[in-house]
């Protein structure tokens, strides 16, 4: 069967997944994004997109995918605008160069 889903904002970082029959939440992605020292400053506001994000320090750009239930079902690690590190349940691929036998992938 086919699944097709329906985002809510093209902000693939942090948007609802609808799914399109029937109206309800499918996931939502939500990016967490490390404190980014500027030099000279001593401040360290943080850049977090959600107040969901974890406790832990994140030391590169994550991207966590939750079903409609609240559950991460999907982890994404970004170098830049590259995947460089997707979980999905039990399953880790080392970006998109294994995914899609490309270097060249990237989300603008």
Known sequence: PTMIFQF?????YQTTILDPTTGSVAFRTYTCRPPRQR??????SSTTSSSSCREEEVKSDMTFVEDAQGRVVAEITWKGTTASHIRIGDTEIMG???????AFVKIL
Not at 8 to 12: A, P
Not at 39 to 44: A, F, I, R, T, V
Request: hydrophobic share 20%; proline share 0%.
């Open 8 to 12: 809510t904002s093209s902000d693939v």
């Open 39 to 44: 030099s000279g400053s001593s401040s360290s």
């Open 96 to 102: 998109t160069i294994e995914l899609f036998d490309s």
